[in-house]
């Protein structure tokens, strides 16, 4: 380093080899300087690209959804199906942009025909006979309908004059039956709120537009009622969750405007602790998912173990790399965080050859983890051949993706952004093939990442809860509506059947039944028939009026 200013003077009073040092050492400097800069400009550059929410639950390409989904939509391969033509057979290309409607849709007839004329004559002058109609389908909405239920619960007389008031008493089920909201009503307003992410106030909104009164704070009042009448439920569901055979795990956060933190303000600690349980069942060739969403305070070793504490879990965990998780014996990290900061340079440059060739590296693990578990559900390979066959072809595929990290890492600047890119791949080294050792984990965390999103996308929309009672019953119907999404089925179905039945029960065995692969659906249709069939009350004038049970 050069410790005085050196003037004219002093360079001309210099030796040779006094000069040749000095300038050495002054290149030396301006190399280092000019690394420092680079590293700097590129980590502006990779600030400036970052989206302003966090990276898991990323909405960047949100307002470009038309042109990807066009761009994407008329790049899709063709499908191996054919047809046969005249003088050869070739690829019926799959309408993947086609608007589709079920089978069993209703049907109705419309038809323009009417005054028609049998022959036409065109500007042309050639005459045109009518044939067959040409028919064209139209997907068509009818308003939703609201009925009013009439439930008669059985009531009894004291005969004894002193018994009471007027001695009458009414065996109602549940606390829920008392209320002004039937199950279909509240499985309706839940999954708007939380599938749909439409805030209560909006709702309130469409409803008055429909001519129906319903406040937003009896809305929600009805929901967290249904929600205590299902606790016993949740307690089961939980128990299930941690008894699954391989759990992820991920934390959005959340706020609550009734938790305070030590300044007095609301909370920033607050976080939706998602965990998902999944247990693949040999027999029927199908993965059991289960999906939690816990209100949490904070995420110390401790809040983040209690309940692998509390339930005794000890299988596999897969995380996005959280150090509170890297005490677990068997954790897994997932693939996609490992290769982000990756993905971010790649962002600025495009071209960057090194940070390219081990995202494309990393990319066959998916592609193989997809390859073999077809095989597995169409009961081509066994779980144990399943394990075998991807770890050996994934072990090679990961080895050669940490001796390309090597081989880059000599290339650039420690503290550079390619450089903390190759230290997170080495920090994590031990946790990311532990994956192949469990039929049921993935490369990646998505699924996690996938509820945070959904979670994250409907919290813009109301931003906080008001109490815990408020955030446990929002994580409460989240898990219950994701747990179906991941099974395939209707959230609206779910909720409502078990808004329907679920009060009722009192046995691990009835709480057993709700769960998404043994519920019987089909004892919803009864109900809905008789909605259905609903007509109204020739002799009413006055309205409705719908009170019941609160808090």
């Known amino acids: 380093m050069i410790e005085k200013k050196l003037r004219k003077e002093d360079l001309v009073k210099m030796q040779p080899d006094e000069l040749a040092a000095l300038v050495l050492n002054l290149t030396s400097i301006v190399q280092t300087q000019n690394e420092e800069i680079a590293e700097l400009k590129?980590?502006?550059?990779?600030?400036?690209?970052?989206?302003?929410?966090?990276?898991?639950?990323?909405?960047?390409?949100?307002?470009?959804?038309?042109?990807?989904?066009?761009?994407?939509?008329?790049?899709?391969?063709?499908?191996?199906?054919t047809t046969e033509v005249a003088a050869h057979s070739r690829k019926v290309r799959e309408r993947v942009n086609a608007c589709s409607a079920p089978a069993d849709a209703p049907v109705c007839?419309?038809?323009?025909?009417?005054?028609?004329?049998?022959?036409?004559?065109?500007?042309?002058?050639?005459?045109?006979?009518?044939?067959?109609?040409k028919i064209i389908d139209k997907l068509a909405m009818i308003p939703r309908k609201m009925v009013v239920e009439r439930h008669h619960y059985p009531q009894y007389k004291a005969l004894d004059v002193d018994a009471g008031k007027d001695g009458k008493r009414v065996l109602l089920p549940a606390k829920t039956s008392a209320l002004g909201a039937s199950p279909s009503l509240v499985a309706g307003v839940v999954v708007s709120k939380f599938d749909?992410?439409?805030?209560?106030?909006?709702?309130?909104?469409?409803f008055r537009r429909e001519g129906y009164f319903l406040s937003r704070q009896k809305l929600a009042s009805w929901v967290i009622t249904y929600y205590e009448q299902l606790l016993p439920f949740m307690g089961y569901f939980k128990k299930r969750v941690y008894r699954s055979a391989f759990l992820s795990k991920d934390e959005t956060n959340v706020s609550v405007l009734d938790v305070r933190g030590p300044t007095g303000k609301v909370s920033k600690s607050g976080f939706m602790y998602i965990t998902i349980g999944d247990s693949y069942d040999e027999q029927?060739?199908?993965t059991h998912s289960l999906v939690l969403?816990?209100?949490?305070?904070?995420?110390?070793?401790?809040?983040?173990?209690?309940?692998?504490?509390k339930y005794n879990y000890t299988s596999h965990l897969m995380t996005d790399g959280l150090k509170g998780y890297l005490s677990y014996d068997k954790h897994c990290v997932c693939w996609v965080h490992a290769v982000r900061q990756l993905k971010k340079i790649l962002k600025i440059n495009k071209h960057d050859v090194n940070a390219l060739r081990i995202v494309k590296e990393?990319?066959?693990?998916?592609?193989?983890?997809?390859?073999?578990?077809?095989?597995?559900?169409?009961?081509e390979l066994s779980a144990d051949q399943f394990l075998a066959a991807r770890k050996q072809e994934s072990g090679q595929v990961i080895d050669s993706v940490y001796a390309m990290a090597d081989e880059t890492r000599r290339q650039y600047a420690p503290k550079g952004a390619m450089g903390k890119a190759l230290d997170y791949l080495d920090t994590y080294k031990p946790y990311m093939r532990t994956y192949l050792d469990v039929v049921e984990a993935t490369p990646s965390?998505?699924?996690?990442?996938?509820?945070?999103?959904?979670?994250?996308?409907?919290?813009?929309?109301?931003?906080?809860?008001?109490?815990?009672d408020g955030a446990d019953a929002s994580a409460f119907f989240y898990s219950m509506i994701e747990t179906a999404k991941r099974q395939a089925l209707n959230p609206l179905d779910y909720v409502e059947a078990l808004c329907t039945f679920g009060p009722g029960c009192s046995t691990d065995e009835q709480w057993e039944a709700l769960l998404p692969w043994k519920i019987d659906l089909s004892r919803l249709d009864e109900v809905r028939k008789r909605r259905l069939a609903a007509k109204a009350d020739p002799g009413r004038t006055s309205p409705y009026s719908f009170v019941g049970a609160t808090r």
């Open 42 to 81: 590129e980590l502006v550059k990779l600030k400036t690209a970052e989206r302003y929410c966090p990276s898991s639950e990323q909405m960047g390409w949100l307002f470009q959804e038309l042109e990807i989904l066009d761009s994407v939509l008329s790049s899709q391969p063709e499908p191996d199906q």
């Open 109 to 133: 007839d419309v038809f323009h025909t009417e005054g028609a004329a049998d022959t036409l004559v065109g500007k042309d002058g050639i005459v045109l006979t009518r044939v067959e109609d």
């Open 196 to 206: 749909d992410h439409l805030p209560l106030y909006r709702q309130e909104e469409i």
């Open 284 to 286: 029927t060739r199908k």
């Open 293 to 309: 969403l816990d209100y949490i305070q904070g995420r110390s070793r401790e809040v983040l173990f209690e309940d692998i504490g």
């Open 362 to 379: 990393v990319a066959k693990l998916y592609d193989i983890d997809e390859q073999y578990r077809k095989k597995l559900h169409s009961g």
């Open 445 to 468: 965390n998505n699924a996690c990442e996938l509820v945070a999103k959904a979670f994250a996308t409907g919290r813009k929309n109301w931003l906080f809860s008001q109490s815990v």
